[in-house]
């Protein structure tokens, strides 16, 4: 099972990196093949994946944020590539929406077909695997901006979802 991690400073302006990297240190166990996450600061917004612990921690240290949704991996559905790797990134109107997931999505394949219909590329395919969590992010997605009445994924989840303003970078929900 993945492991999911959000953080934010809610005291003062402190990067939030080294309490990311004690959380994933206690929960290690929950995936270690595929890592991601985004970050946000006053100044930027930063997403990075990698298939290795070495290359995601090497990032947290050279970047700091007051704010971050980290995600690591234990694939059971899709390989361990970085197209799997969360955050999945869905850009709608004025808005970003970064999307991880912990959790198996029952119907993603009928979804992702219902997708396509609507003109839905996912980012996470290949070949023919893809990612489930990406079935539930656009699911969600969907939802959150009025195109579908409710959300249709079937199974077992946990997520955060971001939503971002384009314009600004700044966190809206």
Same mark, same amino acid.
Not at 42 to 70: C, S
């Given at each position: 099972m ?11 302006n402190?990067?939030v990196n080294?309490?990311v990297?004690?959380?994933y240190?206690?929960q ?6 595929g890592?991601? *996450?985004v970050?946000?600061?006053?100044k930027?917004?930063?997403t990075?994946r990698?298939?290795d612990e070495k290359?995601?921690?090497? #990032?947290?240290? +050279?970047?700091q944020?007051?704010?971050i949704?980290?995600h690591?991996?234990f694939?059971?559905?899709?390989r361990?590539?970085?197209?799997s790797a969360?955050p *999945?990134v ?14 198996i999505i029952?119907?993603a394949?009928e &979804?992702? %077909?219902?997708?396509?219909k609507?003109g839905?590329a #996912?980012?996470s395919?290949?070949?023919v695997? *893809?990612n ?6 656009? %699911? *969600?997605?969907l939802w959150?901006?009025n195109?579908?009445?409710?959300? +249709?994924a079937?199974?077992?989840?946990a997520f955060i979802? &971001?939503?971002?303003e ?5 966190a809206?929900k």
């Amino acid at each position: 099972m993945c492991g999911i991690i959000y953080a934010k400073n809610l005291k003062d302006n402190q990067p939030v990196n080294n309490l990311v990297k004690i959380l994933y240190v206690n929960q290690k166990d929950r995936g270690q093949r595929g890592f991601g *996450f985004v970050g946000l600061s006053a100044k930027r917004v930063g997403t990075y994946r990698a298939t290795d612990e070495k290359g995601i921690l090497k #990032y947290l240290n +050279e970047h700091q944020y007051d704010e971050i949704i980290f995600h690591h991996r234990f694939p059971t559905s899709t390989r361990n590539t970085l197209k799997s790797a969360h955050p *999945f990134v869905i850009g709608m109107e004025d808005k970003r929406y970064y999307f991880v997931h912990n959790g198996i999505i029952q119907n993603a394949d009928e &979804l992702k %077909e219902r997708h396509s219909k609507r003109g839905i590329a #996912y980012s996470s395919e290949e070949g023919v695997d *893809f990612n489930d969590s990406e079935a539930l992010a656009w %699911e *969600f997605c969907l939802w959150l901006n009025n195109r579908k009445e409710k959300i +249709e994924a079937e199974g077992s989840a946990a997520f955060i979802c &971001l939503e971002v303003e384009k314009r600004t970078n700044r966190a809206q929900k």
